[in-house]
Each structure stands twice: as C-alpha cells, then as structure tokens.
C-alpha cells in the first residue's frame, strides 16, 4: 500500500482548519561574511513564535541530495511522489503556463530554432529570441486546423513555446522531432504505436506548414517539437483526503499544478498582501488552504540576499494576519531551498514548522535552518507533510486494529 | 531486497542475550498545568541509567503523521512493515482475540444487528449490546455444520464475533453482507472469483439460519459479516533471525500477532509483577525476549494522566529486574504514543533505548521524548528496530564482501 492509497483509506472530515503557508525558496547558505542564513538574518518574530509553540523539522523536498524543480517540489507538498507521479515534458511546459488541458489533449514543448538551406539546426533556440518576439510568432502559427484537428501554439518564455493538439483519435505515444543537438536535421516524428499513427502524421504537417510560415522570420525559420503527452490523471485531494481545500498563488505553474491534484485556485492580486487579503476572505469557505509566496524564490534566485531576507521580513509581519484567524492547525514551510549565494534552487533541507495544540512543542527560539535541525519532527521527506498536517488536524483515523 | 530478506542472509547466532521491554503508549504529550510529558513527570531512575548508558533515538511506528492500531505497531516493531504485511479484517479480530486460526480456516468479522420486518437495518450494532450477551447469542449460532464446513462463532467484544468456516474447498475471496449503513438490506455475499462460490454459498446460509435463530432475540435479530480473509502467512522471526525468541504479555492480541510471527508465547499471570517473575524463570531458556505492558497504554486511552505516570514508575521499578538478569542488550520502547490528553492512540514518535556494550553512550540524563530526540540513533522508521537489536546482539554479519 502506498501513502497516497493510506490517506485514502484513512482520512475523515474534521472541523478543524489548516492553513499552510509554502515560502517558496526559502531555505538557504549562510552569508560569507555575517555566517547566517537569509532565514537566520530576518527579523520573523511571528516564524520565532510558532516555532517555539508547534513542532519543527526539517523536509527533503525530493530525496537527499535532489534538488527540485518547482513542480516536483511542490508536487511533494501536496503528498505525491515526484518519483512516482511524473509529468510529461509537453505536459509541464502546458501546467506551468496554466493553461487549461483537457483531458483528450495532446501537448509537445516546441523551441524556435535556426535551419541553413540543407535543413540542418544552427541553433536550437534561434538567438533566444525574445518572449515578445516568440508571442508574435505563435500568433502566426495559433489556430491551424489540420484534418479536424485544432492546433493551439501559446508562447511560454523566450524561444519557447508549447502547441496543443485537440481533436479525435490522437494518442500521446510519438517520437520528437527535436535531435536535441546542432548540426543535425530535424527529425521526422515517428508514431511509437499504432493508436499514435494519426498524431505523428498531422505533427509532420504541421512542421511543415510551420516551416512555410516562418520562412522568412530568420533566426526563428524552423520549429522542434518533443515531449508529446497527455495531461496526468493525478488522483484528487479533495478525494483522498475529504477536506475543501483552496491555494492562492500568484505563480502560473502552482496554479496549474494545484488544480492538476484537484485543489481549487482562489483569485487574487499581485502583491504579497493582496494574497493574505485574499486568505481572509475565503477563509470561512475553507478548511484547508495553501498560501504560496513566489517573490522569495526570485529573490534568492536573483541572488539577491537581502531583498529574500527582506521579503521574509514582510511575509512574517503578514503571517501575523494568519496567527490572527486562528485555525486549528499553522504550518510555515518551503518546497526547497534558494540560497541567494548559489542564485539557484538547490537540495538543502527545508525548515518546517507544524503548530497545532497536539503538537509536541519544541520551544525553540528562533525558526531558522539549523534550529529545526533539534526540532521533534527531526528530519522526513516532504511526501510526509500532508500525512503529519492530516494528523494534527484530527483528520486522519487509526490504521489498523 | 526487503530488509526481511536482508535480515535473513546476514543473521547469525551469537551467545548474546537480548530482552525488549515494549510498553504499550509510552509516548506522550505535555500536561498543560506542567508542560511535561507522562514520561517527563515520572521518576525513573532505571531507564534514565540506560539512557544514560545506552544509545537513544525517536521511532514513526508507520510513517510520519499516521496513528497505528495496535496490531500494526507491534508488527512494525517485529520488523515487518505494515504497509506491505496487511491483515484481513476477520484475520485481524481472530487474532485480537487470539484464537487458534488455522492455516485453511476463513474468518468473517460479525455484528449482532437490528432489522425490521422489512428486512432494513435499523442498527448495525444492535444497541451495542454488551459483551455478556453476545455471549449467549454466539454460543447459539456456534458449531453448527453447512455441507460438510463447521462453523465456529466466538464472541469479541460488545455486539462483535467472528465466524471461522472450517473445512474442504474455501476461499476467502467473497463480498461482505454489510452494507456498512444503516436504511438499507444486509447484501447478499457474492464471490469475487471461481475458486469463493461455495464459501458465498456457506456464507449466505448460515446468514439465513442465524436469522431464524436470532428471531426473538432484538435487538439482536441479525447477524452482519464482513472482511473474509485468511490466517496470513508471515515469516517466521525464528527463521529470519535465528534465534530462540520468546512473548510475555497478558494481552490476548499481542499474543496472537506474536505466535503469528513464529514467536513462543509463555503463560503468565495478570499482574505486572507476574510478567517480570515470568520472565526471571524463563530467562536462562531464551536468547530473545519480548516482554510486552499492557497497562500503560490503557491509562493512555483512559484519559489517566496520573495513573499512566504511576504505571510508568512502577514498570521503572520492575526494570531493576531486567537490569540485574544482566543481559547482553537492553531495549526499552514502544508500539505508539498514547497521550492522556487525547485518550487515544496518536502518531507522535515513541522513544527507545538500546543498551549494549556497543551503543554509542549517549549520556543523556533522562529517558523522555525530547531527550530522546537528542540521541544517537536519530530519528527512524520502527521497523530498523530489528536489525539495530540484532547488531548490538552481534547476531548480524556483514553485508557484502
């Protein structure tokens, strides 16, 4: 039985309210000079209270070592195995714009590229073009029907863009046409299976039709399809765990992902507080939501130190709305670390805190890295979060006589 | 390879002498008046000398977050994972109450139930009549014989039995005749495949004539089954560790599961004080022994914070015997927590010690949850507990060359 199939069998509605709060990229290194942590260097008395009152650990987003992609690692959070609930490329790129798969949809990532006159790639991602530039092209391309199938081209960023394929009798089972190298000709795609015969072939036409389109948009002449897939069939949350359960995130790829897992995804503004205004709002609706902050993850990312030690100033100080509403159960936790100094996401454990009135409280005085390290939640991998929150929500019954 | 099958290659014998001490809900949460645990509040002088001697850790009976019943916890703690060794329902209470299960018996799990004339269910637990009074209607229903199969009924508690159907050609793969509500009509037990028709037909007979039977007897007019299944068939610890491994408890389940897994059961008396003088005799006879404590975890589930630390206090007295038979390993730990507060099982870790001249000392000054928490042997699955045993036994040879 795997943990997913457990939760299932075992999860009960209970009145109790669950907020958690993912602080994406929140972990992170020490500054040279100062030795602490941008988590360590923050002011969070409100982190520093729940830390002292609830329990605290320290999650392996992945596995030790791995670092996460933002799907995965948020895939994780929810109780999913990245390792066992994987998602097509094609797939991906389409979750992480948000766009909205049907279930029938076949969807690859595309690069523009740049061929010579024999048809050879020059350059697989034509000069980076620009997001601006690729938008204007997938309008050129969006729209084709090709043997009552429709073809829809959204740009995703820079070179990159994605084409869905909606229509009857098409299947997901097909080669790239992508070599993923230069200097070599663009691959014909292949049906890996019969029921794919059909996909393969109106594939190849569309290239074709595309490559007339672009002729003369040099460095963006040609187009490279891979990762044909289908949107996964993930089971619901709100199935297993038999909980209303909402997110607000300002990021495309979590909304896309959280409503992938059957999360419903608030509306709400750009800004940090608008996400927390929207938390109040829709907290009576509810009894379990996700808060996602994205701008620590970019900050660190940016390699910026102290903007995400800033930031995680100003989500503490929002935090204070969340302590406010009271619900049964607080959970403040990342899913990885982004440490400013490497500019990257990278594996280092994140640290987590679980506050309800039937945790074992730790009372430590300062929620950081290495003061969850002590904490009595000690250290677990992240598929285990939703199972441990589901605990001390009262949701969760015995397993077993 | 599973870790049993690893067990199995490596182990070996040694002279070594190991006793377990398992007290049943050890673990526990604060008392809000003195923030301190059943195990913090208790003097225990004995096992705070081991703490002190010996290498400490927190177990998950199961996994983070998930709140074990009390034949899984034990199974975790024999080294069986209860994710993969599952348990039928009818099996599970058969063993609860430690009846002599035979290899080809099937078992239903039964409730005495209330139906009208309409033949509705008007309470699937017939009042929750007592456990005296299913008494009297099992001895009713018990030994009759249906084409050739006996049928034995034996009461568990309340308004619950089993039902073992003994005989030639069964198969434990039918439908239950509960619906698992009330307003509807009990179902009429279906096989699931070939091998299952003359079990249904059995089944749904008995069913028929205990309804006659049952006839005057309301709130008990109705007798509803479910969770058919098998003695299952685990591995023996004998064989998989090779050692000579003995069971005290005055708990009929933990007995049940322990002769399931291929360990003696000696006869003891009641009291706690019996275990231990049980113990003593049998000592010199085994180079294994499990000594199991009820009574703490039903303080637990009382809700008896005092009298769950007095129990405590008087286990840390009888471990001056353990302590004076001078094993070679001494392990103190347990299957869940039971908080007092919750009066219920729960999920949180359980603390442990391993005593041996080969632990790494700990020199921790008290044997608690959150000194635990600082100890040598981390924070891990209970079903390492085995192997971590056996290597401080010196009862496991390496592995690989």
Same mark, same amino acid.
């Given at each position: 039985?795997?943990?997913?199939?457990?939760? /299932? %069998? &075992?999860?009960?509605?209970?009145?109790?309210?669950? @907020?958690?709060?993912? +602080?994406?990229?929140?972990?992170?290194?020490?500054?040279?000079?100062?030795?602490?942590?941008?988590?360590?260097?923050?002011?969070?008395?409100?982190?520093?209270?729940?830390?002292?009152?609830?329990?605290?650990?320290?999650?392996?987003?992945?596995?030790?070592?791995?670092?996460?992609?933002?799907?995965?690692?948020?895939?994780?959070?929810?109780?999913?195995?990245?390792?066992?609930?994987?998602?097509?490329?094609?797939?991906?790129?389409?979750?992480?714009?948000?766009?909205?798969?049907?279930?029938?949809?076949?969807?690859?990532?595309?690069?523009?590229?740049?061929?010579?006159? /024999? %048809? &050879?790639?020059?350059?697989?991602?034509?000069?980076? @073009?620009?997001?601006? +530039?690729?938008?204007?092209?997938?309008?050129?391309?969006?729209?084709?029907?090709?043997?009552?199938?429709?073809?829809?081209?959204?740009?995703?960023?820079?070179?990159?863009?994605?084409?869905?394929?909606?229509?009857?009798?098409?299947?997901?089972?097909?080669?790239?046409?992508?070599?993923?190298?230069?200097?070599?000709?663009?691959?014909?795609?292949?049906?890996?299976?019969?029921?794919?015969?059909?996909?393969?072939?109106?594939?190849?036409?569309?290239?074709?039709?595309?490559?007339?389109?672009?002729?003369?948009?040099?460095?963006?002449?040609?187009?490279?399809?891979?990762?044909?897939?289908?949107?996964?069939?993930?089971?619901?949350?709100?199935?297993?765990?038999? +909980?209303?359960?909402?997110?607000?995130?300002?990021?495309?790829?979590?909304?896309?992902?959280?409503?992938?897992?059957?999360?419903?995804?608030?509306?709400?503004?750009?800004?940090?507080?608008?996400?927390?205004?929207?938390?109040?709002?829709?907290?009576?609706?509810?009894?379990?939501?996700?808060?996602?902050?994205?701008?620590?993850?970019?900050?660190?990312?940016?390699?910026?130190?102290?903007?995400?030690?800033?930031?995680?100033?100003?989500?503490?100080?929002?935090?204070?709305?969340?302590?406010?509403?009271?619900?049964?159960?607080?959970?403040?936790?990342?899913?990885?670390?982004?440490?400013?100094?490497?500019?990257?996401?990278?594996?280092?454990?994140?640290?987590? +805190?679980?506050?309800?009135?039937?945790?074992?409280?730790?009372?430590?005085?300062?929620?950081?890295?290495?003061?969850?390290?002590?904490?009595?939640?000690?250290?677990?991998?992240?598929?285990?979060?939703?199972?441990?929150?589901?605990?001390?929500?009262?949701?969760?019954?015995?397993?077993?006589?």
């Amino acid at each position: 039985m795997n943990i997913l199939e457990l939760m /299932e %069998n &075992i999860s009960a509605p209970s009145p109790v309210k669950v @907020i958690v709060l993912a +602080i994406d990229g929140l972990g992170g290194l020490p500054d040279p000079d100062t030795g602490k942590t941008e988590l360590e260097s923050a002011r969070t008395p409100n982190m520093d209270r729940l830390a002292f009152e609830g329990s605290c650990g320290l999650m392996d987003p992945i596995r030790p070592g791995i670092t996460p992609g933002s799907l995965p690692g948020h895939l994780a959070i929810f109780g999913f195995d990245p390792l066992n609930y994987t998602i097509g490329r094609g797939a991906m790129e389409a979750i992480g714009t948000n766009f909205d798969l049907q279930a029938e949809d076949i969807v690859a990532r595309g690069n523009f590229a740049t061929i010579n006159k /024999e %048809n &050879i790639i020059l350059d697989r991602r034509a000069g980076r @073009i620009t997001t601006e +530039i690729a938008m204007g092209l997938c309008q050129l391309l969006d729209g084709m029907e090709i043997e009552g199938v429709k073809l829809i081209v959204r740009p995703v960023n820079d070179y990159r863009f994605i084409v869905v394929f909606r229509g009857e009798g098409l299947a997901s089972g097909v080669s790239d046409s992508d070599p993923q190298q230069n200097g070599l000709a663009p691959r014909k795609i292949m049906p890996l299976n019969v029921p794919a015969e059909k996909t393969a072939k109106i594939a190849n036409k569309f290239i074709a039709k595309a490559r007339i389109v672009l002729n003369k948009h040099h460095p963006a002449n040609m187009i490279l399809l891979r990762g044909f897939s289908k949107r996964p069939q993930f089971p619901s949350m709100t199935e297993i765990y038999k +909980i209303k359960i909402a997110a607000i995130s300002t990021f495309p790829m979590y909304r896309g992902l959280a409503s992938l897992v059957g999360i419903e995804i608030l509306d709400t503004g750009p800004s940090l507080e608008d996400e927390f205004v929207t938390l109040e709002k829709y907290y009576p609706d509810y009894n379990f939501v996700f808060l996602h902050i994205k701008q620590v993850d970019t900050a660190g990312e940016d390699g910026d130190f102290g903007r995400k030690t800033k930031l995680i100033e100003e989500v503490d100080q929002l935090l204070g709305k969340v302590i406010k509403l009271n619900p049964g159960v607080i959970v403040v936790t990342s899913d990885h670390s982004t440490p400013a100094t490497m500019a990257l996401h990278s594996w280092h454990p994140v640290p987590v +805190i679980i506050r309800s009135k039937l945790s074992r409280a730790d009372k430590l005085n300062k929620f950081s890295e290495s003061t969850c390290l002590r904490g009595g939640l000690g250290k677990f991998p992240a598929i285990y979060l939703m199972p441990l929150i589901m605990a001390h929500a009262q949701k969760l019954g015995k397993f077993g006589a």
